[in-house]
T-cell receptor, first 110, second 113 residues
Framework: GQQVMQIPQYQHVQEGEDFTTYCNSSTTLSNIQWYKQRPGGHPVFLIQLVKSGEVKKQKRLTFQFGEAKKNSSLHITATQTTDVGTYFCAGSGNTGKLIFGQGTTLQVKP | EPEVTQTPSHQVTQMGQEVILRCVPISNHLYFYWYRQILGQKVEFLVSFYNNEISEKSEIFDDQFSVERPDGSNFTLKIRSTKLEDSAMYFC???????????FGSGTRLTVV
């Protein structure tokens, strides 16, 4: 079945450093979504990418969707302590269900 | 901002007992989902529900699981005979368009003892 892999599993950065997490799907996706989960919280929708090669920005966050619609990345510029949490990519195929990656847990040292 | 509401926030039950987890999706959403997350692990798909029937279910969603939308607002997940390995956080989610931008509830932490 469809699998979504995400790396790295953990990332510790100094505040102000950049951070990137990568996501790869075993199948072509109709769209990819990114969610953030704070410790003890629930996934919160960040963004959705639909088009091949699409790039979207939200302040310090940059999201990319690969040309083949099988991979994606999230890049955070100049991390802050408020960026702490687990970032999940989630791929949607033709059926509409989301398959989540394993998540990347970001720790930011002040 | 509209929210997905889940109750209870925490449920402790004995192995073999039945539990019902409740969700109130966002009112104009049409697609409903249950996911679970074992502590520290990824979010796993259980079931999707649309137009008053199950659209898709995972291998985890076996005969012990069922879902219902008994009225116009509630969406429930029932586990008939709980097992220790059912202990997890269960999230309900809804969306107005299938597969796009889910809104998750705060979850129910189920502990089976």
């Amino acid at each position: 079945g469809q699998q979504v892999m995400q790396i790295p599993q953990y990332q510790h950065v100094q505040e102000g450093e950049d951070f990137t997490t990568y996501c790869n799907s075993s199948t072509t996706l109709s769209n990819i979504q990114w969610y953030k989960q704070r410790p003890g919280g629930h996934p919160v929708f960040l963004i959705q990418l639909v088009k091949s090669g699409e790039v979207k920005k939200q302040k310090r966050l940059t999201f990319q969707f690969g040309e083949a619609k099988k991979n994606s990345s999230l890049h955070i510029t100049a991390t802050q302590t408020t960026d702490v949490g687990t970032y999940f990519c989630a791929g949607s195929g033709n059926t509409g269900k989301l398959i989540f990656g394993q998540g990347t847990t970001l720790q930011v040292k002040p | 901002e509209p929210e997905v509401t889940q109750t209870p926030s925490h449920q402790v039950t004995q192995m073999g007992q039945e539990v019902i987890l409740r969700c109130v999706p966002i009112s104009n959403h049409l697609y409903f989902y249950w996911y679970r997350q074992i502590l520290g692990q990824k979010v796993e798909f259980l079931v999707s529900f649309y137009n008053n029937e199950i659209s898709e279910k995972s291998e985890i969603f076996d005969d012990q699981f069922s879902v219902e939308r008994p009225d116009g607002s509630n969406f429930t997940l029932k586990i008939r005979s709980t097992k220790l390995e059912d202990s997890a956080m269960y999230f309900c989610a809804s969306t107005s368009r299938g597969g796009y931008g889910y809104t998750f509830g705060s979850g129910t932490r189920l502990t089976v003892v």
